[in-house]
Each structure stands twice: as structure tokens, then as C-alpha cells.
């Protein structure tokens, strides 16, 4: 497995190796839903990138860049094991160096939801997943739906600014229990992590809701905001049922492909699910 360290290195690797490319982008701290993208590219392509970045752009003030989970010696480890031929471990000087001033906004869609939450979060993952992009020149990039809207800004941008590049979904990999596998969990307490299957749960008293002919949106935002309220180790953010293309909050009849999402905190941690319905 090769290592590159600057956007010209990569450009290099790529440059001599033309046949079918995967990238699958993360932030390391890799575990099994990380693990399953980097197999269904393993799977499609000829050669997989992994690149590893934990991009300083999209955590707002106050966020968890600093205590982000790191531990480079063994994602490497797992990413050798799995076959991945090479991995893009740029530096964040690297990566914007001294008079960096460029940055990729995507308007509507990435100002609803965890736009609203985390106002500069998605021009920070916009940024770096278009500097990625130019970097490795993959043929296709992966993505979890765990992160929908992000999913979904990507393939916007994707398509607005004429990237060739197919942009491929991979579902959510959970937890025995049904938590949504993710970096942060390995920081919630043992009491909150005992308390975080809640979200799952929220979104299955929804669905069910939905799947029983239940449309109208109130009432099923209401099913997984009832399921959250009796955990009183979740910190509601949002609880959202919006139009599954442009994100915008569903009012009346859920009658269309519909997007159920919410976050909430369990002490200092912030957690994201989503379920699609219809
Ligand atoms: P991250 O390292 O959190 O930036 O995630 C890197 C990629 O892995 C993103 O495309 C995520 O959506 C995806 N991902 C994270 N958690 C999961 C999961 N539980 N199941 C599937 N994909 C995931």
C-alpha cells in the first residue's frame, strides 16, 4: 500500500496508473461503516485511494477538532489488510497552505439541517471534498448515507461544477443495538452509550408510522420526537422530515420521497440519523 502526503504526490500516483479508480474519503478512526465503503470500492474498481483528513475547515468554534479520534497506526493497518493500494494522507498545511483563500459553498441545500446547526460545516466539507476530487481524479467516490445531507451537497456539487465523477451511496452500518456506527461514539459515556440506540429507535416508531399509511408530516415528526423525549440522556436538536432531493421541511402530506433525520447530544457528544421513507 502506497502513502502520499501532498496533493502532488497524489496527482503523481494517479497520473501513472489510468485504469478505473475508487476514492473512498474519511477522517480515520475507521470502523466497520468506514470499512464497508472501502469494500464496495475494492469490489467496483480496479485500484481504491483511501484518503485520511480530519479536515480543520468543516469543525466550527467549539467543535471537536482538537479531541477528534486519531489513531493513524491502525487504520492503516485495516486499510492495508483490506487491500487498499494506496492511501492520501495529506497535512493540514498540506492542504491550505499560508494564503489559502478558496472555498466551494453550496447554497440551499447545505444551509438547511446540520447546515443550520454547523454554520461553515459544509463549506469546509464542500472545499476539501472538491480538493480530493482534483487530487485523485477517481472515476467514483463513496459516501455513507449515515451523513445524508453531505451525501447529498456532494453530489450537488458534483454535478453543478461538472466533476467527472459517479458519486456512490453506501447504507449505514449499525451497531448490534442499532446505533449508527461513527467515529464519536467511542466517546460517549457508558450510560450514554446504553442511551443512544434511542436514535434508531426514534427513527423505526417513525417508520413504522409511515409504513402503516401514516402521511401526514407533523404527526410523524412527532412519532420520533415522542421516541427521543423519553430519553432524558438526549439533548434534541432537530428533528426534521424534509423533501429527500432538496432537503426543505415537509409541510402538509408527506406524499414524495421523504428524508427523516435528526441529531441530538448525549453530553458532549453530537450524534446524526436518518431513515428514507417512500
Ligand atoms: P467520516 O470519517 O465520519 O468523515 O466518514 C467517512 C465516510 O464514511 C462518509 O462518507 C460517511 O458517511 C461514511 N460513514 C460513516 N459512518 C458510517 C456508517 N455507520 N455506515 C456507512 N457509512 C458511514
Known amino acids: 500500500m502506497d502513502a502520499l502526503a501532498t496533493p502532488a504526490e497524489m496527482r503523481a500516483w494517479r497520473g501513472a496508473r489510468p485504469g478505473g479508480l475508487g ?25 481504491t485511494v483511501a484518503s485520511i483528513f480530519v ?32 492511501v492520501y494522507l495529506p497535512s493540514p498545511a498540506a492542504m491550505y497552505p499560508d494564503g489559502y483563500e478558496t472555498w466551494v459553498t453550496v447554497d ?36 455513507g448515507r449515515k451523513d445524508a445531507q453531505q451525501l447529498r451537497v456532494v453530489r450537488r456539487l458534483a454535478r453543478d461544477l461538472d466533476l467527472p465523477v459517479d458519486v456512490v451511496a453506501c447504507d449505514t452500518v449499525r451497531e448490534p443495538d442499532g446505533l449508527a456506527m461513527s ?30 399509511g401514516e402521511r401526514s408530516s407533523d404527526a410523524l415528526r412527532a412519532a420520533a420526537r415522542a421516541t427521543l423525549e423519553a430519553e432524558p440522556r438526549a439533548a434534541i436538536d432537530y428533528v426534521s422530515l424534509a423533501d429527500s432531493a432538496s432537503l426543505a421541511e415537509i409541510a402538509g402530506e408527506a406524499d414524495g420521497p421523504a428524508l427523516l433525520s435528526l441529531a441530538a447530544r448525549f453530553g458532549p457528544v453530537r450524534l446524526i440519523d436518518n431513515v428514507e421513507l417512500g
Open 23 to 47: 476514492l473512498v474519503p474519511t477522517m480515520g478512526a475507521l470502523h466497520e461503516g468506514h470499512l464497508s465503503l472501502v469494500r464496495r470500492s475494492l469490489a467496483e474498481n480496479a485500484a
Open 55 to 86: 479536515n480543520p475547515a468543516q469543525f466550527g468554534p467549539g467543535e471537536d477538532f482538537e479531541r477528534y479520534p486519531r489513531d493513524g497506526e491502525r487504520d492503516l493497518r485495516l486499510l492495508r489488510e483490506l487491500g487498499v493500494d494506496a
Open 108 to 143: 440551499g441545500l447545505a444551509r438547511r439541517l446540520e447546515g443550520a446547526s454547523r454554520p461553515a460545516h459544509f463549506r469546509g466539507v464542500a472545499t476539501v471534498v472538491t480538493k480530493l476530487l482534483n487530487a485523485v481524479r477517481p472515476d467514483r467516490a463513496y459516501f
Open 183 to 212: 467515529s464519536r461514539n467511542a466517546y460517549l459515556s457508558p450510560p450514554d452509550r446504553a442511551a443512544a440506540p434511542v436514535l434508531s429507535r426514534a427513527l423505526a416508531a417513525a417508520a413504522a408510522r409511515f409504513a402503516a
